[in-house]
């Protein structure tokens, strides 16, 4: 479900976003299968549940830790950066109709950047979908001091699907949590989405 990378013009400088939509390369390690609740207490489309075995994964090059709902494929990435070239890690888990995906992102002064971090997310994204998908709602915040930026998502049609995002940025990462799953899975995937928030540690 997820590929890397395409980039958007942040103040100049290309960043590397991450495009949650394609089959990667590299097959999934694991896959994330819980239980949503569909008409009569049963659903045929089952995605992560906050029961499954949370695993926590550690970005190595960062020290940047995170519990995810399984265990996670890691992707690197790597792209032309203003004359310097731009790293990161990207940390998956697949699920059944949806995903969950965490991004460290070496960038200095990552705090100017979140608004373009979230545009060239969307940008990421629809170019390698079928899906079209927003941000119908953003609000800056703070985590732990550090500048944040929380988006809710949604694609349209038939088949569609919400999630949230969060954008992290200190003096050297910008860091990204990304669900996204069925709309009739919304509650589910909103609880997974804050305990990785919960889970979130940045030395």
């Known amino acids: 479900m997820l590929a890397a990378s395409t980039a958007v013009v942040a103040g100049g400088v290309l960043l590397p976003t991450s495009a949650f939509a394609a089959t990667p390369e590299t097959p999934q390690v694991g896959s994330v299968t819980t239980t949503g609740a569909g008409h009569g207490g049963h659903s045929h489309h089952d995605i992560a549940k906050p ?10 090059p960062s020290g940047i830790t995170v519990k995810l709902p399984g265990k ?16 990161g890690r990207v940390y998956s888990v697949k699920t059944d109709d949806g995903l969950i995906g965490f991004v460290v992102l070496d960038v200095p002064d990552g705090q100017e950047y979140l608004n373009d ?3 060239g997310f969307l940008e990421g994204y629809n170019e390698a979908s ?6 119908t709602s953003s609000q800056k915040t703070t ?4 500048p944040a930026l929380d988006a809710r998502l949604s694609t349209k049609g038939s088949d569609r ?3 949230a995002a969060r ?16 709309a009739a899975n919304e509650k589910d995937m909103d609880q997974i989405h804050r305990q990785i928030l919960a889970s979130i540690r940045i030395p």
């Open 51 to 60: 029961a499954v075995k949370w695993v926590k994964t550690t970005d190595s």
């Open 72 to 87: 996670a494929t890691l992707q690197k990435l790597s792209a032309p950066a203003g004359g310097t070239t731009v790293t």
């Open 117 to 119: 971090g979230l545009q």
């Open 130 to 135: 079928r899906d079209t998908l927003t941000s």
């Open 143 to 146: 985590v732990d001091g550090r």
């Open 161 to 163: 699907k919400v999630g």
């Open 167 to 182: 954008f992290i940025a200190d003096d050297t990462h910008i860091v990204q949590a990304v669900t996204l799953g069925s």
